[in-house]
């Protein structure tokens, strides 16, 4: 499967404990999202990188939250001392940057669950 | 500041009729694009259909039609002869020109009973 893999799938965690979810995007797509997305909502976005490069962050992205993709392939989203709140589906996504069209479609992984107790 | 609007919650559709899912935006952008995404059960978002605010062609893919009514601000997707396999969520984004980052709607859930 060469679609966007997403690593664990779900994740039952204390609160204040730190967890940590893996993206492996498609291997020919520079670009790399982050979305959370909670129950009855549609994804909200959350960073972007473009390469190793870290372009864009939300305001949702609070001090405990922090993004790396440190080699321009996978990427990882870690979030310290959880809290409740913190409860959510977290997507991820990529695309290929070749290009100024709008059309690029983004391709998104089946997602990470993250449940805080 | 983009939003978008997914006025219904749920809809539910007969297999093989065809089923409207409402879609409002709202952008001070003069260039931007509109996408519909599904998303059954395992979570996992589907590009469905495209539409740029240029383009003076509703979209088409498929059985999925895009009417976009741009004085209205409308983008409406239309699935024709629906199938069992198409219940799930239904999601309008948008993005503004040059930037991917896309702003979804709240979703409408669609059921197809057999």
């Known amino acids: 499967d060469t679609g966007v893999s997403q690593d664990p799938r779900h994740k039952i965690t204390k609160r204040g404990q730190n967890v940590t979810f893996r993206c492996d995007p498609i291997?020919?797509?520079?670009?790399l999202y982050w979305y959370r997305q909670t129950l009855g909502q549609g994804p909200e976005f959350l960073t972007y990188?473009?390469?190793?490069?870290?372009?864009?962050k939300s305001r949702l992205l609070s001090d405990r939250f922090s993004a790396e993709r440190p080699k321009g392939s996978f990427s990882t989203l870690e979030i310290q001392r959880t809290e409740q709140g913190d409860s959510a589906m977290y997507l991820c996504?990529?695309?290929?940057?070749?290009?100024?069209?709008?059309?690029?479609?983004?391709?998104f992984g089946e997602g990470s669950r993250l449940t805080v107790l | 500041a983009q939003k978008i609007t997914q006025t219904q919650p749920g809809m539910f559709v007969q297999e093989k009729e065809a089923v409207t899912l409402d879609c409002t935006y709202d952008?001070?952008?003069?260039?931007?694009?509109l996408f519909w995404y599904k998303q059954p059960s395992s979570g996992e978002m589907i590009f469905l259909i495209y539409?740029?605010?240029?383009?003076?062609q509703n979209a088409t893919e498929g059985r999925y039609s895009l009417n976009f009514q741009k004085a209205r601000k409308s983008a409406n997707l239309v699935i024709s002869a629906s199938q069992l396999g198409d219940s799930a969520m239904y999601f309008c984004?948008?993005?503004?020109?040059?930037?991917?980052?896309?702003?979804f709607g709240k979703g409408t859930m669609l059921l197809v009973s057999p």
């Open positions: 996504a990529s695309r290929t940057g070749i290009g100024q069209t709008n059309t690029g479609e983004l391709f």
């Open positions: 291997s020919e797509h520079n670009r």
């Open positions: 990188f473009q390469n190793e490069a870290q372009l864009e």
């Open positions: 952008t001070s952008d003069q260039s931007y694009g």
């Open positions: 539409q740029g605010s240029y383009d003076e």
């Open positions: 984004a948008m993005s503004r020109s040059g930037y991917s980052t896309l702003t």
